[in-house]
């Protein structure tokens, strides 16, 4: 049994936490919405009143947090260098950041976190709120190998792909790559179904015939945009559940500012992106992405 502080207890952040205590850990666990510590506390966890009280006599400090803001204000305190966890852990304590943010965050945090004696890595996750409650989530690690190698067994916990990407950092940008991949692939898939629809076929024949093509790909295998194609994807609950269109629009800003960044040219990623945010505008925000095959149906592409 490994003494846990979750900070973040959110869509993902709860179902994990959960998991924790389901593999036998002790979790104590922060966050600002009181009926997600009250449904924590049901699944046998443990609540505390501030991020600080949930940190005391905590080994491993796991956070999943909205954005880089967020993840800097917790370990390193305010603008003026004060009140961050960091300084409250003692060496040798593990820091496991699951947020999807910058790169240059994750950084920052690490290398503080490294002068402190402090084990850090980033752990964005892949895999959704279905994954995050199954505890099949895929974790994109960036780190030390030893903090990595300590890190594994508490991510098993919650996951069943573990990749170790790199140093600090290398987590966040490889779970960019992939989601701004995503996008394109989600994209480009609704696209090709709907064409094939509006020239008089069937979406689950032309989809089958696809999945066992040279178009095959994730969307059209597991998660296919088309409502009533598939069983248990988002499409065939009106797009609810899943990954929502905003946060695939947050993590193509992550993206695109780190190609700028990089000077990497992603036409289509670029594309991808002014697709998701139009849809996004347009008041679909909260529903799953693979609604993007609504605007091939209403011809506003």
């Given at each position: 049994?490994?003494?846990?502080?979750?900070?973040?207890?959110?869509?993902?952040?709860?179902?994990?936490?959960?998991?924790?205590?389901?593999?036998?850990?002790?979790?104590?666990?922060?966050?600002?919405?009181?009926?997600?510590?009250?449904a924590f506390v049901r699944v046998g966890g443990e609540a505390a009143s501030s991020a600080a009280q949930a940190v005391i006599d905590a080994e491993v400090v796991i956070s999943m947090l909205p954005a880089g803001k967020h993840v800097a204000?917790?370990?390193?305190?305010?603008?003026?260098?004060?009140?961050?966890?960091?300084?409250?852990?003692?060496?040798?304590?593990?820091?496991?950041?699951?947020?999807?943010?910058?790169?240059?965050?994750?950084?920052?945090?690490?290398?503080?976190?490294?002068?402190?004696?402090?084990?850090?890595?980033?752990?964005?996750?892949?895999?959704?709120?279905?994954?995050?409650?199954?505890?099949?989530?895929?974790?994109?690690?960036?780190?030390?190998?030893?903090?990595?190698?300590?890190?594994?067994?508490?991510?098993?916990?919650?996951?069943?792909?573990?990749?170790?990407?790199?140093?600090?950092?290398?987590?966040?940008?490889?779970?960019?790559?992939?989601?701004?991949?995503?996008?394109?692939?989600?994209?480009?898939?609704?696209?090709?179904?709907?064409?094939?629809?509006?020239?008089?076929?069937?979406?689950?024949?032309?989809?089958?015939?696809?999945?066992?093509?040279?178009?095959?790909?994730?969307?059209?295998?597991?998660?296919?945009?088309?409502?009533?194609?598939?069983?248990?994807?988002?499409?065939?609950?009106?797009?609810?559940?899943?990954?929502?269109?905003?946060?695939?629009?947050?993590?193509?800003?992550?993206?695109?500012?780190?190609?700028k960044a990089s000077d990497s040219a992603v036409p289509l990623g670029q594309k991808a992106s002014e697709l998701f945010k139009s849809h996004g505008e347009e008041g679909h925000g909260g529903l799953d992405f693979s609604s993007i095959y609504?605007?091939?149906?209403?011809?506003?592409?």
């Amino acid at each position: 049994m490994t003494n846990i502080a979750f900070i973040g207890l959110g869509n993902m952040g709860g179902p994990m936490a959960a998991n924790l205590v389901n593999a036998g850990h002790h979790v104590v666990a922060f966050d600002l919405v009181e009926a997600a510590l009250h449904a924590f506390v049901r699944v046998g966890g443990e609540a505390a009143s501030s991020a600080a009280q949930a940190v005391i006599d905590a080994e491993v400090v796991i956070s999943m947090l909205p954005a880089g803001k967020h993840v800097a204000g917790l370990y390193l305190g305010d603008e003026h260098g004060s009140g961050g966890l960091l300084a409250q852990l003692p060496k040798d304590s593990l820091v496991i950041d699951s947020s999807t943010i910058d790169a240059e965050t994750s950084r920052d945090v690490g290398l503080c976190a490294n002068d402190l004696g402090i084990k850090f890595v980033d752990a964005p996750v892949s895999g959704g709120t279905a994954g995050a409650k199954a505890g099949t989530l895929s974790f994109i690690v960036g780190g030390e190998v030893e903090a990595f190698e300590r890190a594994e067994p508490i991510l098993n916990a919650m996951g069943k792909n573990i990749f170790h990407a790199g140093p600090a950092g290398a987590g966040q940008v490889a779970k960019m790559c992939n989601n701004m991949l995503l996008s394109v692939l989600m994209a480009g898939t609704s696209e090709a179904l709907r064409m094939g629809v509006e020239n008089g076929l069937d979406a689950k024949v032309l989809s089958d015939i696809m999945v066992k093509s040279s178009g095959r790909n994730w969307a059209l295998e597991i998660y296919n945009p088309v409502p009533g194609v598939m069983e248990g994807t988002p499409a065939s609950n009106g797009y609810q559940g899943g990954f929502m269109v905003d946060l695939m629009n947050k993590d193509l800003g992550l993206a695109l500012a780190a190609a700028k960044a990089s000077d990497s040219a992603v036409p289509l990623g670029q594309k991808a992106s002014e697709l998701f945010k139009s849809h996004g505008e347009e008041g679909h925000g909260g529903l799953d992405f693979s609604s993007i095959y609504q605007r091939y149906s209403n011809k506003k592409v």
